[in-house]
């Protein structure tokens, strides 16, 4: 069974990773499909379905970028007709964009570190659509969160099964994902990473 998780990142997508991971599932690695994010902002989704089926069919669990990122959940749909998708949220768009926020400025140096230069305010612009001018504000990221929590939700309105919304804060999901994945978990208890201090 594949699981891909299709909130945008700083919804709990860490916490919901390590949750399936101590459940026995794979879980794929993150950095190599980070590295390649221009396939997606180039609209080559060809190459990370291609990913995904060649080099990494044998994981089960797939999140964050460019699982979370908007309109992924199309071609992945498309291609994985089976697969379960976990729609992942925050208790409201204020909390994300503060978490969004809090952690990037965590990061020293935000132009060059992680993937490679310019990495996070590349996918920030392209993905999430504000400008270099203002590549935080807060009205253009956090009326993307919400219209793409409606997005998802609008295409699989008539694909039953297929989608689940949780926010990993509810005492339930654990609960909920076991019913809606159709598994038994031993370990029943949503760990809860990257809080913010």
Known sequence: MMIFCIGYNKTGTTSLAEFFRINGFKVAPQRPFEKNVDKYIDCDFESI??????????????????????????????????????????????EWYDSLVNH??????????????????????????????????????????VRHIKDCEDFFSDKPGSLIKINVSDPNSPDMIEEFIGSNFTKKNMPHLNKRR
């Open 49 to 94: 379905l291609h990913m995904i089926e060649n080099e990494y069919s044998e994981y089960s669990f797939f999140q964050d970028v460019p699982f979370s990122l908007p309109g992924m959940y199309v071609h992945l749909y498309k291609r994985f007709k089976t697969a379960k998708f976990i729609l992942s949220v925050r208790d409201n768009e204020s």
């Open 104 to 145: 990037h400025s965590s990061i020293k140096d935000k132009s060059s570190f992680y993937i490679k230069g310019g990495w996070i305010r590349k996918v920030i612009k392209k993905s999430y659509g504000t400008n270099d001018d203002d590549i935080y504000n807060r009205e253009s990221l956090t009326e993307s969160y």
